[in-house]
């Protein structure tokens, strides 16, 4: 996917890492110690199958452990290499610093194809996975708590939290080893959404502020906004659902691997995630335009581009032919070190990766309490703050009735006043406090110095400096 004469992923990311770093006032000792990757572990294992040994190669690497437990998703993928899971392990070390989730960076991955495999395959090679992992401390509540992350979901996450509970039969915080688990092996409401809707939460917060919006020539809402997507994954899947069906936006194109579908009066999300989970492809899709080059849309016109699918996608190959004033990364570094500089020369804002998709990890920071606490969110107050909403309800009434005021509540004010808080209403709002909090803090560095030109070397300084601070903390 690079161009040849890039650097690697995790080199993009270190080289990000210095863009702030020289703006900082950090000891070179402290600075070579936050940027490098504290350790990978690689594992070869076998699982008979199909009458014969295949022998998967894994990874599990721990970028900074200023905070524990360290904290990333696992990935099941062909491309996955030691380079990529470095790098992406570093960004969860900024990502949780600037969301203020108190973890240090992980990530893992397993060099696989999950299409190739049946399910009760992939459940025995998650579980050797998740064992030679669990057997090192590389999974366990109190160190290092795997989530999901490109190629695993829910269903992954359970035969891992299965088989920590299995090989730990006495830890009552078994459940904690992991997040992203279903509903009904401990996970928690709105997980599976958590970074789609962050990616949502992030605009709205972006579209707040006139003076950040002038920055990409841009104005008003988002409503009416034309968005192209890339990748409808999870996260592509979720970010464009919510913006088309609760902001207005017009998602015009859907990039995919096997193509790209646009209508400029916007493509109804829900129909072509049908689509594609019924037929396997974008391709027959029948109410929109079909283009077989899809990455060719990527720099079509548009308000807000957002790449959702995997690194590297927009390189130097492409970058000066990009031409939305606005790039939200939903994904972990879909933009390279060399592109990032073309497309800022070029005045677009880029509302960086470690914090656009955060909505995730903040979720899972959640879940994780949730499981420490071993109580669901809202079940001590949820009735007691409906009690005193109708205590409040009532007494307007009587009010009323007494004063001979002619009061009437709306019936639709009322039944909203008088819902208390579940489990799904505090993660949103849990969400959404997240995202305001973290963008304002990047903003502050972007708009209070005049030598930060641009949001992710500010989120790098606010995240670097957190961690830096820990570490000072420490005594090193
Ligand atoms: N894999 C996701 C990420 O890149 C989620 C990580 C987590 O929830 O720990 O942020």
């Not at 690079?2 to 690697?8: A, D």
Request: hydrophobic share 40%; proline share 4%.
């Amino acid at each position: 996917m690079l161009v040849s004469g890039e650097p690697s992923f995790r080199e993009s990311v270190d080289l990000m890492f210095n863009r702030a770093a020289a703006l900082m006032n950090l000891s070179p000792g402290l600075e070579q110690k936050i940027r490098v990757c504290n350790s990978t572990y690689t594992v070869r294992f076998g699982v008979r199958l199909r009458g014969k040994i295949e022998t998967f190669t894994g990874y599990r690497s721990v970028h900074s452990e200023h905070m524990e437990p360290v904290k990333g998703g696992i990935r099941y993928a062909m491309s996955v290499n030691q380079d990529e899971v470095e790098a992406l392990a570093a960004l969860m070390t900024y990502k949780c610093a600037l969301v203020e989730t108190p973890f240090g960076g992980s990530k893992g991955g397993l060099c696989i194809d999950p299409r190739q495999w049946e399910e009760h395959e992939l459940e025995m090679i998650t579980r050797r996975f998740a064992y030679e992992l669990i057997k090192r401390d590389l999974i366990n509540p109190a160190q290092n708590v795997p989530a999901p992350d490109m190629g695993t979901g829910e269903r992954e996450m359970a035969w891992i939290a299965d088989q920590y509970a299995r090989m730990n039969t006495t830890d009552i915080n078994a459940r904690a080893c992991v997040t992203g688990k279903p509903p009904h092996a401990g996970g928690i409401q709105g997980r599976v959404e958590a970074t789609g809707r962050g990616v949502q939460l992030a605009l709205r917060e972006f579209f707040r502020h006139p003076e950040d919006k002038a920055k990409a020539g841009l104005s008003g809402d988002l409503d009416g906004k034309r968005v192209i997507v890339q990748g409808l994954g999870n996260v592509g899947y979720h970010a464009a659902k919510f913006l088309s069906e609760e902001d207005g936006c017009k998602i015009i194109a859907i990039i995919e691997r096997d193509g790209a579908l646009s209508d400029p009066a916007g493509l109804r999300v829900e129909e072509v995630r049908q689509w594609i989970s019924k037929e396997g492809t974008i391709k027959g899709y029948p109410d929109a335009a079909f283009t077989e080059n899809g990455a060719a849309l990527l720099e079509a016109d548009c308000d807000i581009l957002i790449p959702a699918a995997m690194e590297g996608v927009i390189h130097l190959g492409n970058a000066a032919n990009i031409s939305a004033p606005l790039i939200i990364e939903a994904a972990n570094g879909p933009i390279t070190f060399g592109a990032d500089e073309i497309l800022r020369g070029k005045g677009i804002v880029i509302i960086p990766d470690m914090y656009a998709n955060a909505g995730g990890v903040t979720v899972s920071y959640f879940e994780w309490v949730k499981n420490l606490s071993h109580i669901r969110f809202g079940r001590m107050q949820r009735r007691a703050e409906e009690a005193r909403s109708r205590l409040m309800v009532e007494e307007l009434e009587r009010l009323s009735n007494d004063q001979q005021l002619g009061w009437t509540l709306s019936p639709d004010f009322k039944e909203r006043f008088l819902t208390g808080s579940d489990e799904l209403a505090l993660v949103r709002s849990g969400l959404d406090d997240t995202m305001r909090t973290a963008y304002q803090a990047m903003r502050e560095v972007w708009h209070g110095r005049p030598d930060v030109e641009d949001l992710r070397v500010a989120a790098y300084i606010v995240a670097i400096d957190r961690v830096a601070k820990s570490y000072r903390s420490k005594g090193l």
